[in-house]
């Protein structure tokens, strides 16, 4: 538990991440970065393109291990990953991507999440017969199937049009809302993040700092225009000033 009395899913500290560039330079993206995530809660990430989102969600899942600093995680946590990009097994179905993924699923919760996700009819097609919408909902569900504590999305509505984004973004914070579980989500739209998140993170500088902590206080269904407007200009107004 936390001074504040909040649980904790989730702290990182970056003292260092340098990454050397083609001609030997070396670029430090985050240094002394911190950042800690509620239980429960979903939390977005906003900032410009390249200030180190990705670079700090591959820490934070064990990717990249090349960094100065600590993770810490309660002591047995499921981390399910959605990455920008599906990437499914083209050569299994929908189903055996899931089953490979969460082999200690049932099929009965395999399929009760496919009917969640909308792709109960999808099972037995092979992701080339996907469309990106579908493929990204297979990849939502595969990093559910293993029930995870703590999910790290990056960007997973990108390049959708605006209404299926939309949709897939509401069907995630149902998910969220039945199972809790811990989310982090990385966001270039900041609708999306104001519509989705209890927490939205925003970066700036480099190295990259956290610039603003917006909780958002209306519960996503109470969400109004007017509150989404006031925020999304607020959050504006901080990426414009922390921008460099
Ligand atoms: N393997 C690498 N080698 C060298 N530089 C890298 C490498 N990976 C990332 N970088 C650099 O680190 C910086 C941060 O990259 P990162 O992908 O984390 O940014 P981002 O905030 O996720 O960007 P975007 O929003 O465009 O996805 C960028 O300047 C990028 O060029």
Do not use: C
């Amino acid at each position: 538990m936390s001074p504040a009395g909040d649980p904790k899913q989730l702290e990182v500290l970056v003292k260092r991440k340098a990454f050397r560039t083609a001609n030997g330079d070396v670029r430090e993206i985050l240094h002394d970065f911190s950042l800690t995530l509620e239980a429960g809660k979903i939390h977005a990430l906003v900032g410009p393109s390249g200030f180190g989102k990705t670079t700090l969600l591959r820490i934070i899942i064990g990717l990249d291990r090349d960094f100065e600093g600590s993770v810490t995680l309660p002591p047995g946590t499921k981390i399910g990953m959605v990455f920008q990009e599906p990437r499914l097994l083209p050569w299994r179905t929908v189903l055996d991507n899931l089953k490979l993924a969460a082999p200690e699923a049932s099929e009965t919760a395999l399929a009760s999440l496919a009917k969640d996700l909308g792709l109960d009819d999808h099972l037995r097609n092979f992701p080339g017969e996907l469309s990106l919408g579908q493929a990204r909902r297979v990849a939502l569900a595969r990093a559910l199937a293993i029930e995870p504590n703590l999910l790290v999305l990056d960007e997973p509505f990108v390049s959708l049009d605006a209404a299926l984004a939309r949709r897939l973004a509401s069907e995630l914070a149902a998910l969220v809302e039945r199972t809790g579980v811990t989310t982090l989500l990385v966001t270039h739209d900041i609708d999306e993040a104001i519509r989705l998140a209890d927490h939205i993170i925003l970066l700036g500088h480099r190295p990259a700092e956290i610039v603003g902590n917006i909780d958002v206080s209306l519960p996503r269904r109470a969400m109004t225009a007017d509150y989404a407007a006031k925020t999304k200009a607020l959050i504006g107004a901080i990426l414009a000033e922390n921008a460099v």
